[in-house]
């Protein structure tokens, strides 16, 4: 696929310059060499021990084509790279160029794909790129005053390092809180009353009422609020469902509700009920839900998620995963 565009290839650029003498050769130019990045690679998965890995390329140019690979009659071009280990695949994506003196604009080539650099496969690239005609015809502006440029525009995709591994947990260990607010007739004017904090999986919750409701119908309201993280914790999304209680202090009648919410990362992000019980029914002693002033909030998270990251070959070598992996490439068979 050919494209226009004015900005120069972001890699290598050259230029030959008194280009009619090699035109008809079927040897290559190699340019210089050029690197394209450093990044960290797993040269060796099993052990996993890192290595700064620093990508250096050549811009290999057949002013009349690469003949073993059906380039008769064409330019050819390709990108080589030079450092790569037995045990490394790198992958690319590439974009070649010419740069057309008639509109002051390159020329880019490229097929859309994934190149795979490995041991066996050091060059990728185009045999036919453009006809040996159309590229030597001054017209056309791909060579003026006996020279051409030419480029290559390199984008390797970085190896993953870590993944977010995100677990939902059933009956997290101290994952139950309860809340006795005595003189609990002090608090009637208070609009919000909060709790201590608590803590369970990698965060800090707490509970939130309003005596009387947050809207016209007079009720008590109970919120859980996600507040911050632990040391060290992943700030997150944090998945809980809960089961809030107003327990009955004379039977067994307790009114409960169950809730489940994505808390967002905000210090204070609460999901509960607005209207747990009737302020004319809290307030009748008779009813067991207010004693001696008293009132007894539980909550219990039934379920939450902890997030961590991992490096990204112990992710393989647990159960929740099936990944397989090739430098640069990571396909995954199952959420984690």
Known sequence: METIREEAPSSYLMKLVGFSEVKFSH???????????????????????????????????????????????????????????????????????IYNHNNKQYSVFQDGTMKHYNKEKKECGFAQMLLFSKFNDPKNGYIDGNACIVGVEIFVIKPIEKVERVVFTQNPPENKFTWKISHFSYIGDKRYYYSDEFVVGDRKWRLKISPKGDKKVRALSVYVQAMAYLPNAVASSTYAKLRLRLLNQKNSNHIEKRVFHFYSRENGDGSGISELISVEDLNDESKGYLVEDSIVLETTLLWVSDTKFVKFFDVLLTDYVRIFVRFGKVCLTKAL
């Open 27 to 97: 040897q290559p130019y190699e340019s210089a060499d050029f690197d394209v990045g450093g990044h960290k690679w797993y040269s060796q998965p099993n052990l996993r021990s890192n290595i700064y890995f620093i990508t250096l390329m050549r811009l290999i140019f057949y002013p009349a084509g690469k003949l073993e690979e059906g380039g008769k009659d064409h330019v050819s071009i390709y990108a080589r790279i030079e450092n790569v280990g037995a045990s490394m695949q790198i992958d690319a994506e590439l974009k070649f160029f």
